[in-house]
């Protein structure tokens, strides 16, 4: 193993596009820390790098193992580079049919465990004077606000969205940078083995069955073709702030600006009433 191998800590490395961007990050002469729940599907990974890649199990909704499993990947390879925040899942269901519990463990993974990762891997970053932190989230909360039968989803990412924002402006005077990746929609399994569904109440058929005829059948492209990308993103030495990955997605994103600029337009009159 090089000294000067980057070290990526990888959330959700099991499949989709967790296990695009550690394969990438392998190919290209990284070490990787690849966290899961299940880490047995990144066994034949493991045997191709037996000295690069470190298997996690982890569930990142489960804070106190977040910080151990950050501390014992910093201590197998001397430091942490690149942390790629990408561990979700998804819920589907309307808000009205979404059970308590359900929406609390889906944001106990997609938003908090997200920030149990940032807060966990931050003081090594700062240690070492900078470092990338990618924090994975949806082209939908770039401008589409919530879509119906996957509100909590949306609801995640944007929040998500919102705190990166922040955190990307707290930890840049330790030079590290923070970008907001809005992913278009890949091939990830998530509506497959990544989804909690909700019981669905018949007076919400007809909303559903125009849903499903309106997103199709098509899965996406492989997230491996995303994965080229990432990694240029994260040899940026000015990355940005935010950037879409997709350009059906990227295309889309511009269409749902400008709607929403012409719906701010023809209630402008109305906003202007109020002095605030």
Not at 179 to 197: A, C
Request: glycine letters at 10%.
């Amino acid at each position: 193993m090089s000294s000067t191998a980057k070290v990526w800590f990888v959330t959700g490395a099991s499949r989709g596009l967790g296990r695009a961007f550690a394969e990438a990050a392998l190919s290209a002469g990284a070490r990787v820390v690849a966290a899961a729940r299940d880490v047995e599907p990144l066994a034949e990974l493991a045997e191709r790098y037996p000295e690069d890649l470190l298997r996690i199990p982890l569930d990142v909704s489960d804070r106190a193992a977040v910080f151990e499993a950050v501390d014992k990947a910093a201590a197998a390879f001397g430091r942490l580079d690149v942390v790629v925040n990408n561990a979700g899942g998804l819920l589907y269901g309307m808000v009205e049919e979404s059970t308590e519990e359900q929406i609390r463990a889906h944001l106990d993974v997609n938003f908090f465990g997200a920030v149990w990762v940032a807060q966990a891997v931050i003081p090594h970053l700062r240690a070492r004077g900078g470092g990338r932190l990618l924090q994975i989230t949806t082209m939908g909360s770039a401008s589409a606000g919530g879509v119906a039968c996957v509100g909590f989803y949306g609801a995640g990412k944007a929040a998500l969205d919102s705190v990166s924002e922040a955190l990307a402006m707290e930890v840049e005077q330790f030079g590290i940078k923070v970008t907001i990746v809005q992913m278009g929609g890949y091939s990830t399994g998530l509506f497959t083995v990544g989804t909690t569904v909700a019981e669905a109440d018949p007076a919400y058929d007809t909303l559903r069955a125009r849903l499903l005829e309106m997103w199709g059948d098509d899965a996406g492209p492989d997230p491996r073709t995303a994965a080229p990308v990432v990694m240029e993103l994260a040899e940026m030495p000015d990355p940005p702030r935010r950037l879409i990955v997709g350009s059906r997605s990227f295309d889309l994103v511009q269409e749902w600006d400008r709607a929403r600029d012409e719906q701010y337009r023809a209630w402008e009159s109305l906003s202007r009433r109020a002095p605030g």
